[in-house]
């Protein structure tokens, strides 16, 4: 079994931590039994793995909790506005410290003719096993 440890580089650091923290949602308790809940802070290190790394959220390493739980939260704290609140947080912060010019933005982008996307000449024909390809075994 593989023991390796994912390194501290992908972890919240603890006074970005403590800036985070009050802004998430409370937990309320339960009732019932069951499962404790997986702790706020290594459930947004799965979420920031993820948005850091770009792999799927099934093939999050198992020590920040399983994909399906780090996805749930996910998407409820989208839904509760937690990382809009993060980005204002953030926005403000940097202008105290290094100031905004609110007056005048700018944004930069391209738009390009998608690769192989040219005119369509007729119908398309159909693939299948006439064609010389099958489905996957």
Known sequence: MDTKRIGDE??????LWQRIEPLLPK????K???????PARQVMDGIFYVL???CQWKAVPPEFGSGSTL?????????????RKLWRAGLLEYDHRKGI???WQSVDGAMTKAP?????RGPTPPIGPSRGRSAPC
Request: proline share 7%; net charge positive; no cysteine.
């Open 10 to 15: 992908w972890r919240i650091p603890d006074e």
């Open 27 to 30: 937990r309320r308790r339960r």
């Open 32 to 38: 019932k039994g069951g499962r404790p809940p997986v």
């Open 52 to 54: 850091r790394t770009g």
């Open 71 to 83: 996805h749930r939260y996910f998407q409820k704290w989208v839904k509760r506005g937690v990382f």
């Open 101 to 103: 010019q609110w007056e």
């Open 116 to 120: 192989l996307g040219g005119e369509r």
